[in-house]
């Protein structure tokens, strides 16, 4: 199973393997506030979920797996592994030659992740810079190969513009081509789709599948979009308030037996049920089996 918390790993699995055990990741102070609360689970080389509504903790999941936390927030885990090398120890120097080149993440929105003031070209060529010792032309063949990789039309040309002349999903794909040039072993996606429309989202999303199986890459793909997750993932982990509250095969979502998960799947508008009241959450039942009744 892509999830695991609890089983042993074999000795030199590590290898392939993204590991987090107790990640907790907080606001320091007198009573400090924890955003998300002492999880575990591991990733392979496969397609997983983290899935929940607005403020579970899974951007903030997302940005401890990439040492991308914002001030003051502060992380803490028993083991935070990238391909068997320890993440918690990492000064900030020791990540920069992580991020791209074992470890990409891609945005939101294109509009803000890209630089306004640098061509397509420049930018999706960085990380060659950064994390490679590649002549000009090497460069070039290697920007071109990734544009075209993508979907995008005549990236010779394409490379000359500017972020602005971009449509939405030329932007999402030029930050996926730039996410991936460097093959990284595993790509976090955070909300990759929102800022797209629905038939661009469907593009965007195969266009992440393919390349992530052709590349034999482990993804985790941030949303809160269960029919999404379910037609593009393997596994989900279902948030809520900071906590891991649900584990099961994309596949078994439909019949979803914890009643925060269940709700999630249950109340996705559609025609049929067009002037229906959607499912609402039980709050005080989920607070009793997250063990938070009671709490402040």
């Not at 090398?85 to 920069?96: A, M, S, Y």
Request: with cysteine; aromatic share 4%; charged share 20%.
């Amino acid at each position: 199973m892509a999830i695991n918390s609890t089983t042993p790993q074999a000795a030199g699995a590590d290898s392939n393997l993204l590991i987090a055990k107790d990640l907790t990741v907080y606001v320091p102070g007198p009573q400090p506030i924890e955003l998300v609360k002492s999880i575990s689970f591991s990733v392979g080389q496969e397609r997983v979920a983290l899935v929940g509504e607005s403020g579970s903790g899974k951007s903030m999941t997302a940005r401890a797996l990439m040492g991308l936390l914002p001030s003051p927030c502060q992380m803490q885990a028993s083991q935070l592994t990238l391909g068997g090398q320890d993440l918690t120890r990492l000064k900030e120097r020791e990540w920069n030659p992580l991020r791209g080149n074992r470890i990409a993440m891609v945005m939101q929105d294109p509009k803000h992740a890209l630089n306004p003031a640098q061509p397509i070209g420049k930018q999706v060529e960085e990380p060659l810079r950064l994390h490679g010792r590649f002549s000009r032309s090497e460069r070039k063949e290697q920007r071109l190969d990734m544009l075209n990789a993508v979907g995008l039309p005549n990236p010779a040309q394409l490379s000359k513009l500017y972020p602005h002349q971009l449509s939405g999903g030329m932007g999402q794909r030029v930050m996926l081509a730039i996410a991936l040039i460097n093959r990284p072993q595993w790509l976090v996606a955070d909300e990759p789709t929102s800022a797209l429309d629905y038939e661009m989202r469907e593009q965007v999303l195969k266009l992440i599948e393919r390349l992530v199986d052709e590349r034999n890459m482990g993804l985790v793909l941030i949303s809160h979009d269960l029919q999404q997750v379910s037609q593009y993932t393997e596994q989900v982990m279902v948030m809520y308030k900071g906590q891991i509250v649900d584990r099961l095969a994309s596949s078994q979502l439909a019949q979803a037996t914890h009643p925060y998960t269940h709700t999630l799947w249950s109340c996705r508008p559609s025609k049929a049920t067009r002037g229906e009241m959607l499912p609402v959450l039980d709050r005080a039942l989920l607070a009793r089996l997250s063990g938070e009744e009671g709490q402040p």
